[in-house]
């Protein structure tokens, strides 16, 4: 596939994350974030050839904040752009891979708004002001969705009423696409293994977390669901909890549907359980000292995080290897060692060494000699995306 540097958008409601990715070089050329869009502290961060910069852009839009960046990405990277990549969350059962932008594609995604009404409609709204500021640039979609669409029906249907699920697409997408992708991509390459022959189960841990068992390539099963809240214990997300619930703190609290999605997406989690941060560096330091929230949100993170992949295991035909990736599985040490305590039974033991030395951008296996293989591996969603659209582009240059 020929090379050339690709623009990496990632737009949330009021903030564009962008990178500029040569998939030849390690760094990117130019990276950064315009935030609080819409305000007046509205303020565009970036890093370029090592240098670190800010602008004030008082009460820039999305287009606007663009507009800003389109000088500093022709500096950076002239001729050699070939296109953007946008990151989109959700992208229904519409995209199975990254898609090129045209009117069908916008289309689709403004048609999958409702499966995710906070997240699309501010990928939408990247999308537009780059189509206007760049008209002569291929743009690509690239789906958080799209690598689970190989998930089988027994995966992805929910034991709900079939008219939910044909008429209302009420199933389970999955999130975090990218990032597994990549991570299983990197795994068979680190150890020798070839991809269409390979079998993951890998654990995302940042603010979100997802785990995914993936085999040949392929997503099997994965712990969000219909939007991200299901599954692991996250940052402020409760994940899996009792659907009886909602009725329950209607009835007994007179609560709203608002306030307890809210509760559920906002209030829960590390944040929750701990009553002191959703932060797990923070809730480490505050364990160390004997905070017994700390202590307890750090337990039931693990103990949900090896529940799930234990269950995930049931997707793969043999474990090639478990990876680790995300802040926090790229960097905490007690976290991976703990969520292995509980997986003895997979043969997933840790050579404690090799676990404390894999922080802070260390990757590489860290399972004690003689058992099943565990990475920490640091993910690159960004670097997937400009593959991903670099594949989309050239897909549609070569002639039939
Ligand atoms: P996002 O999902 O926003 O991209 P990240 O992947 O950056 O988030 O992960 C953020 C999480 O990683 C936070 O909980 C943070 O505390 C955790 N983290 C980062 N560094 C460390 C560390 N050295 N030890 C423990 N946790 C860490």
Request: hydrophobic share 40%; glycine share 10%; proline share 5%.
């Amino acid at each position: 596939m020929p090379s050339g540097t690709i623009l990496v958008i990632n737009c949330g409601s009021s903030s564009i994350k962008f990178a500029l990715v040569n998939p030849d070089a390690q760094a990117f050329a130019l990276s950064g974030l315009a935030e609080r869009l819409g305000s007046p502290d509205a303020v565009l961060h970036w890093q370029a050839a090592g240098q670190k910069h800010t602008r004030a852009i008082a009460t820039a839009d999305h287009r606007a904040a663009l507009a800003q960046l389109l000088p500093l990405v022709q500096q950076a990277a002239g001729e050699q752009l070939l296109g953007i990549g946008h990151r989109v969350v959700h992208g229904g059962e519409h995209f199975t891979s990254a898609s090129l932008i045209n009117p069908q594609t916008l289309a689709a995604i403004r048609q999958t708004a409702p499966l995710a009404p906070l997240h699309n409609p501010a990928n939408l709204q990247g999308i537009e002001a780059a189509l206007a500021l760049f008209p002569e640039l291929p743009q690509v979609a690239v789906f958080d969705t799209a690598f689970h669409q190989s998930l089988p029906e027994h995966a992805y249907r929910y034991a709900l009423p079939e008219v939910l699920y044909r008429e209302h697409g009420v199933r389970r997408y999955g999130f975090h696409g990218t990032s597994h992708r990549y991570v299983s991509l990197r795994a068979a390459e680190l150890s020798g293994l070839p991809v269409t022959d390979s079998s993951w189960l890998s654990a995302h841990l940042g603010n979100g977390c997802s785990t995914c068992a993936i085999v040949n390539g392929q997503s099997r099963d994965t712990s969000m669901g219909l939007t991200p809240l299901e599954g692991l214990a996250m940052g402020t997300r409760s994940g899996d909890v009792d659907p009886n619930l909602f009725g329950h703190l209607s009835r007994t609290l007179d609560w709203s549907l608002e306030q307890i999605e809210h509760m559920l997406n906002h209030d829960s989690g590390l944040l929750g359980l701990s009553g002191l941060s959703n932060d797990m560096r923070s809730l480490e330091q505050a364990r160390a000292k004997g905070h017994p929230g700390a202590t307890l949100a750090i337990e039931v993170f693990c103990y949900r995080l090896a529940k799930s992949l234990a269950a995930m295991g049931c997707a793969l035909p043999r474990l090639d290897g478990l990876i680790f990736t995300g802040g926090i599985g790229e960097n905490s040490a007690l976290v991976r060692s703990k969520t292995l305590e509980h997986l003895q039974l997979l043969n997933l033991r840790l050579d404690p060494a090799a676990n404390l030395a894999c922080v802070g951008g260390n990757s590489g296996p860290i399972e004690l000699q003689g058992h099943t293989r565990v990475l920490v591996i640091a993910t690159n969603e960004e670097r997937q995306i400009a593959l991903d659209t670099l594949a989309a582009i050239n897909t549609v240059a070569l002639p039939n």
